[in-house]
C-alpha cells in the first residue's frame, strides 16, 4: 500500500472553500472506486508554521492505483476538480510514502475508511518529519523501532503522543532520506508546557531519544495538525 502525502498552501480567502472541495469533490470522487481512499484531511493550528495550509493523506492500494488516480487527475473525472482546487492556493507539494514494516499501521482496510463526509470530533496530531545523515537511513528507521517506538509504549499513562504510523518516502520522492514520524496527541492540555519551557535536562541526557538520535540525524521538523471535521481518519 502506498500513501500520498500533500501539503497545500491556500490562499486564505478561501480555505473554507477549500475544506469543503476536499469533502464534496476527492473524498466522494475516490469512493466511488475501490483502488484510493482519502485518508486524513488535517489544518495546520494557527501560529505553529506557514498560515493556511492544510495536508491530505491518500491511501492507495498499490502502484496501479497511483498511475490510475494520476491519469484521473491528468485527463479523467478528477482534471476539473484538480483545476478547481488549484484556484484555491497557491501551491502544493506531494511526496509518495510507504509504511515502514514495524509501523503501527501498514495496511488500511478500505471497508472500514469512512466515506460520507460526516462530522467527526477534531483529533490532534504532531507529524515529525526527519532526514537522516547521508547513508545513515537504515539506522534511523533502527533506531526509532528499538529506542523511540518502545519509549512512548513504556510511558503510555504519561505520554504525550501515541505513535500511529511511521513512513518512508517511496522511490522517486524529491528527498529519499525521509523519515515521517505519524503521532497523535494524548493530552493536548500539555502542549503549552512544551512551547513555554525548555526541555529539561534528563530529557536531553545519554540514554534519551533526544540525545541519542543526534547520531543519526540532526534535521526535522514538527508541525501540529488537526484533523478536518470531515476527515475519514481520526
Not at 165 to 181: D, E, M
Request: net charge negative.
Amino acid at each position: 500500500m502506498l500513501f500520498l502525502h500533500e501539503v497545500h498552501h491556500l490562499v486564505g480567502a478561501r480555505e473554507d472553500d477549500f475544506e469543503a472541495h476536499v469533502r464534496d469533490g476527492w473524498l466522494a470522487t475516490l469512493a466511488k472506486s475501490d483502488d484510493a481512499r482519502l485518508a486524513w484531511h488535517l489544518k495546520l493550528a494557527h501560529g505553529t508554521n506557514r498560515a493556511y495550509m492544510h495536508v491530505t493523506i491518500t491511501a492507495l492500494r498499490d502502484g496501479n492505483a497511483y498511475e490510475s488516480l494520476a491519469s484521473r487527475v491528468a485527463s479523467g473525472d478528477l482534471r476539473t476538480w484538480a483545476a478547481e482546487a488549484d484556484r484555491m492556493r497557491h501551491e502544493v507539494h506531494g511526496t509518495l510514502l510507504l509504511a515502514v514494516p514495524w509501523s503501527p499501521l501498514t495496511e488500511l482496510d478500505f471497508d472500514d475508511v469512512p466515506v460520507d463526509g460526516a462530522d467527526r470530533d477534531p483529533v490532534l496530531f504532531m507529524e515529525d518529519t526527519a532526514w537522516p545523515y547521508e547513508a545513515k537511513l537504515d539506522d534511523y528507521l533502527d533506531a526509532a523501532r528499538t529506542h523511540y517506538a518502545p519509549s512512548l509504549e513504556a510511558r503510555t499513562e504519561r505520554s504525550l503522543l501515541e505513535l500511529a504510523a511511521v513512513f518512508q518516502a517511496a522511490l522517486g520522492a524529491p528527498r529519499r532520506r525521509q523519515v515521517v514520524l505519524w503521532q497523535r496527541v494524548l493530552f493536548p492540555e500539555r502542549l503549552p508546557g512544551l512551547f513555554t519551557r525548555d526541555l529539561p535536562a534528563h530529557v536531553k541526557a545519554p540514554g534519551t531519544w533526544m540525545h541519542d538520535a543526534l547520531q543519526v540525524r540532526d534535521d526535522w521538523e514538527s508541525r501540529l495538525l488537526r484533523t478536518c471535521k470531515h476527515s475519514p481518519l481520526q
